[in-house]
């Protein structure tokens, strides 16, 4: 075990020399980067975390090396790693991470490089470029862009100031932001995310470094967003002959754009190969889960998974059902919405009374109808009104206009947009909500029982045993075990707080119930068992969903009909098969073209769509 | 120290990790502990605050039973004893405690009141003497006293005498009644001031909101001390004890508020928009049920640490004033009264111990701020992900 | 920036004006029109009061009018004459008894402020750094016995320990042989050798204050990811803390002070009773205790409007300092 506190001052040169290995250690060849056996670990007085634990890792010049794995797989903490900017109290603490900046030169073995030393700065920033997933977080609020880039090359190069601002601004407009002259001057917070993003790229990668080790960097992303920076990194790092490895949760990422794999889970590397090996013929069982857990678009049948102890009747969305929903015009709808318009005043500029009021319109005139027993998707990106349509349905907020006509059981049609607060009272028992933040839509006051309890305890409808015994049924049947009920949320994963959810929305025996991006908090296995969990109750409980999402693979798996919203106007509404298949506005169709394609044998079948309509106030910033 | 595998602390839920780490409680008592257990086990990790609070409970039961400890009434003097050196008790087993009387007389030169301790005679010191009477908890009466001088007519200084020759330690010990009981008192009419008008600014928000934020703005803009001495310049001194302690009291709540009302409104606006409280209007639940079944509880912690950090700045503030002579004024037995004594440099540097109800100020203060400073870090106990 | 500071500027207006009420209402508080008071206390003292100055100060101060009218009458002297009205007690007029005094305490204020700033940002900095070192348990320590201890006490420790240990007066702010002489770079100078000691008392508990928020801030900021960011681009450790985490951990530390100017003022009123400095403070409870209110008004309205000029002053620096401030940022 290699133990490295500070170094007193060493000579760079030597220091160099010293952790220099000849080529032939290499695993092969052309490899950039060859890790062998790294652990890093993460000690406090709470004990030990082995983050990274004893992996091998070898990336190949010229090509991207994905790192897959879910959240608390080690997989951020290798990328940190490679150049020792581990957070404290993280440490490399064993293996060899042999980097060759090209072939000409020898090897370097950087885990014995002083992490404070002047020889491990040389490479970074000059060598090896960074790229992180939030760009807001990851760049100074208080400097310019300018500033953070020029940085970069005051550190590693001689050019005088002048010099070094042009050469920003070219890499500015190479990355693909407009205006670059004016935006060099700008704060973070004077830019969109993927401009953020953008100027970020530029800055990792404005001294030419051969590696770029990207981590996360299109997660907190919209999808579009998401599509413009995979392909600005494939084409810069065509152009540059550059060598990535690129750090993701997402296998339709993955399958997009590696050309090795390498799967991870606890902090160990599972199974490593090409890309194709990987999504066509995967070894370890870790990686079957995975690839079985992705919705598989374009497939024949959007059946979800069940599992084979569930009796055959839960079974939804096959075909025959399929075809019941579709064919039924007559089905008078359960709710319906028209014109509904959702206005909010904003107060900008609230620091020090220079205070503008603002009206923001949310939701603007949408017209939705939701038939009975039926899956609705509402897809959209960030800011485009999805959550604040589920919202007002549910009466939440006010309505500026409009109605919400909701259909009961004995047939008669009420307008909810208007109601009183006591008038709601029964409809509020057959709409219920799932929320999309399984952490802060749970009162971590409040018991299981008390949480799912808490609807039928103040409509009066169940009290004592009745109450508890109802409770206890109601976790059976998500899943949950019964002695579960007297623990408190903060007892619970992501993903059975989401089952808790689900109980507290059902407990009244509901008909509708609107799932405001119920699983995109939680990790890919998780999400499965979710959306299974929700397809048998809605079978078994004859449920009506309006399913509000960012997620179109998640849309496309469980949905009949979709909505897509863009701008608060709903753009595209039809039968999943037809959005999905035809999508008929320009809006889904860049939307769709964005979605990765989770197989790496598809890719390049599809050509990537821009929409750029003329009227839309963010379009020039986000335009590439 | 816990030492888990990596695989097991992946496994559970990271509040779980903590909250073990957090509270030393096993897992399974941590999963079923309610908010407030769970803020007791940190808070007993505390400890500091542990310390504080003892000293806080020490403190206030003095002050409950200050005619039973305090060995003299706040009355009794002896001119003789005027600015009486601290006496330290004496043990022998032929006498018991004891102490010697001392005689004084006045040194030409330097004018100062010398005091010499005969050796020859003894003041015999007993547990639960009878002495001066007093009413015990305002209910029974009494003469006595946990530790004094077996004849009443003995006089004792543990602490030292003042300008009258009174007794230094049964002077702090009433005086913690008013000192410490005005910063309870301030800071209840603070909080309601501050719960009301921090409520409605958050509640209603609009217009209100922006006018009762303007004043708070102001008030904390502005300095308090000038304020207050200006308030309190104009209750008339002829005003008996009773109703100038409640006046003082009322005047520094009225600029004390206002960072209350701050804390109320801040935690108010945060929670309205919680999702779980949103989830419980969908639930169907009363207004009132939300703001007091589940909205209250989610901020109550954050109020009850605020006021404990409210406290000391109430007490300092009573003892500034009256330490400068215009807040309550003798007969009424404060620490800043006495400390009024203790104003000029000579009589200081000729009697130091005056200081002490300044220690007693001290002790207080940091007691309140280490309780408080121990629940404000566990009134959160999920605090970590907040943001 | 510019639009920015006018539009701060004016925000103090409406600040400006409750503060004058408040010190109307102040002068208002005593019982009885204090005109009669002030006359009766007056020829109990055996002094003659001639009746045409009395009708005159009536009109002059409109006793017998509404408040809002004694309050036009008041402040419009203030505005235009610089006229604060009569001290009864000094028989002079109060603007000059301020003006007096006021030099002396707004140095005793500037100078217990660039104290703060100079001992609490380089030491909040240096416990952040340095977490857990023998240094920042110091700092720490000495910090929480800062907080306190009331600043009377301090001062009468101090006090008492100058004049049992060094047979001298901590007292006043020159020594006896300047106070009444005329200024001199020799009396300035002897004026810097009295002025440490009220600074350190009066600045001690704000900047315990401040070292705790600064290493708080500072420790928050350090783990943040545009210091991995500015890490990984190859900077060396110190340049990092300087440039990132120091720099924005310096907006709430500039804001942190400027919420600090009140607490000087209420400081340097206790102080400068114990320790009998010229300054304000003295005399504004002198004022009170003889219900010279005109005075006492006078000095609250001048602390207070000093107060948030340097509360204004402090923000517009915050701004400077802070792009996301300065733009209003979102």
Redesign the interface.
Known sequence: MIRRRRHPRRDVGRELDEAAVTADELASPDAVLDIRGLQTVFRSDEGVVRAVDDIDLVVRRGTTTCVVGESGSGKSATARSIIQVVDVPGQVEAGRILFRPDDSRPAVDMARLDPRGEAIRGIRGREIGLIFQEPMASLSAVHTIGNQISEVLELHTDLPPAEIRDRVIEELRSVGIPRAEERIDAFTFQLSGGMRQRAMIAMALIARPSLLIADEPTTALDVTTQAQILDLLGDLKRERDMTMIFITHDLGVVAEIADDVVVMRHGKVVETGPVDQIFHDPQHDYTKELLASLPQRHSATRAVVTEPETPPTTTVGGSADESVRHTAPDVTPLLSVRDLRMEFDTVSGALFGRKRKEKVVAVNGVSLDVLPGSTVGLVGESGCGKTTLGRSIMRVYQPTAGEIRYRSGDGTVADLATMSEKQLLPYRRAMRMIFQDPYGSLNPRMTVQQVIGEPLRVAGMAQGSELSDRVADMLDRVGLKRAMATRYPHAFSGGERQRIGIARALITGPELVIADEAVSALDVSVRTQILELLAGLQSELGLTYLFVSHDLSVVERICDRVAVMYYGNIVEEGSAAEVFEDPKHGYTRALLSAVPIADPRLRGTRERIVYRPDDVPAADDEAA | MVTQSTDERLDEPDEVVELVDDTGKSRTAVTSAPQWKLIWWRFRKHRLAQIGLIALIVMYLAAAFAGFIAPFNTTSYSGEHAYHPPQGVRFSFAEGFYVHPTTSEVDIESLERIFEPDTSEFVNLGFFVRGDSYRLLGLFDSDVHLFGPEDPDERWYPLGGDRKGSDLWSKILYGSQISLSIGLVGVSISLILGLFLGGISGYFGGWVDTVIQRVVEIIMSIPTLPLWLGLAASVPPDWGPVPTYLMITVILSLVGWTNLARVVRGRLLQTRDEDYVIAARLDGVPTNRIIFRHMLPSFTSHIIASVSLAVPAMILAETSLSFLGLGLRAPAVSWGVLLQDAQSVNTVATAPWLMFPGLAVVIAVVAFNFVGDGLRDSADPYGKRST | MLR?VV??V??VI??LL??TL??FF?IQ???GDFLSSQIARMEAAGDSVDPAAVEALRTRYGVDEPFWVQYWKWISNILLHGDFGLSFEYRRPVSDLIMERLPLTILLGVATLLFTWAIALPAGVYSAIRQHSGGDYVISALG?IA????N??AA??L??IG??YFGQ???GLFSPEYANAPWSLAKFGDLLEHLWIPVVIIGLAGTAGIIRTTRANMLDEL????V??????????GRIVR??PL??AL?PFISTVG?NI?????GE??VA??LALGTTGPL??SA??S?DMYL??G??LI??VL??IG?LIS?VLLAV?????R????
């Open positions: 920015f539009h701060r004016l925000h409406p600040t409750v503060v408040i010190a102040i508080l005593p019982p929480f907080l306190a201890v009331p009377f006490l009468l420790v006090a008492y004049f049992k007066s901590v007292g783990h943040k990811p545009y991995t960011t500015a890490r990984a681009k190859g900077l060396p450790e440039k990132y720099r924005i907006n919420w009140p607490s000087i003022f209420d009123v206790i009773t114990v504004l409870l009170l205790q219900q006492a008004g000095i609250i602390v207070a107060t948030v509360t923000d300092v802070d792009p996301r401030v733009f209003g940022g979102k």
